[in-house]
């Protein structure tokens, strides 16, 4: 079946402009996870849905980003007024149940902030 | 709270050498401890994962509780083995994956 899909794949911007990162987990996963890649940073936990569960966002650097699950399944990681230093890629993932669980990973979005 | 670290971000050995990518962890419980893997213009995936006890494309990884380490070896490295590899960690208190700022793998020719 199909995988993690993720969307754009590129996304350019200028400062202070918001965006909008979209993830398709695989059918029948209750959680998914929003990773930040950046070089020389490894992978950074943004944020965390299981079920009907209220998120984790424990990861999320400040305020101008935010996360939602539609219905169990799509999500959309919102990222406001953009900075130079939220350029990385955005990496999406989702297992069948928990951490614990093989992730399975999306493609990514590199988002570049001018 | 639990962290993992790989002390190399960029190790590079030459094609048939051994290779041992080192990962450490804190965590006072009992972790799980996996491998992920990114190839060059691939997506992160899983390479194995300490409670399957299992080889995968020659590499194993002996969880050490005593050392808090989890070090994913190769006997004879190959060309392919070229990637990203990251050690990550999942605790019964988290819900989420731990990972570790990753090691950039190159095996030269």
């Known amino acids: 079946g199909a995988g993690v899909s993720q969307s754009p794949s590129n996304k350019v911007t200028e400062k202070g402009k918001d965006v909008e990162l979209r993830c398709d987990p695989i059918?029948?996963?209750?959680?998914l996870y929003w990773y930040r890649q950046s070089l020389g940073q490894g992978l950074e936990f943004l944020i965390y849905f299981q079920g009907n569960s209220a998120p984790d966002k424990s990861g999320l650097p400040s305020d101008r980003f935010s996360a939602e699950r539609t219905g169990g399944s799509v999500s959309t990681l919102t990222i406001q007024r953009t900075q130079q230093e939220d350029s990385a890629v955005y990496l999406c993932a989702s297992s069948f149940r928990t951490g614990a669980d093989t992730q399975y990973f999306g493609p990514g979005t590199r988002l570049t902030v001018l | 709270a639990q962290r993992v670290t790989q002390p190399e971000k960029l190790l590079s050995v030459f094609k048939g050498a051994p290779v041992e990518l080192k990962c450490n962890y804190s965590y006072s419980g009992s972790p799980e401890l996996f491998w992920y893997v990114q190839y060059s213009r691939q997506r992160l995936q899983l390479l194995l994962r300490h409670i399957s006890r299992e080889s995968i494309k020659g590499f194993t990884a002996d969880l050490n509780k005593g050392e808090t380490s989890f070090h994913l070896k190769k006997p004879f490295a190959q060309e392919e083995d070229s990637a990203m590899y990251y050690c990550?960690?999942?605790?019964?208190?988290?819900?989420?994956?731990?990972f570790g700022s990753g090691t950039q793998l190159t095996v030269l020719p």
């Open positions: 059918s029948g996963h209750t959680a």
């Open positions: 990550a960690l999942h605790s019964g208190s988290a819900r989420q994956l731990t």
